[in-house]
């Protein structure tokens, strides 16, 4: 599967944000999704996430009630809505994909299957 990430900018504090990750190949609902972000000098770190069967939503304590995961099976595609944008949240927006975990955030980043190119987003103060 092939994942293109989109939708990152500058955006001021406060601010919101609509990133979006299409999948190409096969669908993916075969797989389990979710987002991931890596700030400068920092490590890649888990934000939001379906399971598997898509009935359920896991996020990071710092994103909880801020950010939103959805997806659109018909177009293949996984969104994440960021609201309340804080300088915090600068990083490097990536999806992913992982073929056999039942979700993605109990999965080693480094034995995720699949990553999209990652999409900029830049909080300002």
């Known amino acids: 599967v092939q994942l293109q990430a989109s939708g990152g900018g500058l955006v001021q504090a406060g601010g919101s944000l609509r990133l979006s990750c299409a999948a190409s190949?096969?669908?993916?609902?075969?797989?389990?999704m979710g987002w991931f972000r890596q700030a400068p000098g920092k490590e890649r770190d888990f934000v939001a996430s379906?399971?598997?069967?898509?009935?359920?939503?896991y996020y990071a304590d710092s994103v909880k009630g801020r950010f939103t995961i959805s997806r659109d099976n018909a177009k293949n595609t996984v969104y994440l809505q960021m609201n309340s944008l804080k300088p915090e949240d600068t990083a490097v927006y990536y999806c992913?994909?992982?073929?056999?975990?039942?979700?993605?955030?109990?999965?080693?980043?480094?034995?995720?299957?699949?990553w999209g190119k990652g999409t900029l987003v830049t909080v300002s103060s």
């Open positions: 992913a994909a992982d073929r056999f975990s039942p979700s993605i955030q109990t999965v080693r980043v480094e034995h995720i299957d699949y």
């Open positions: 190949g096969r669908t993916f609902s075969s797989y389990a």
């Open positions: 379906f399971s598997r069967s898509g009935g359920t939503t």
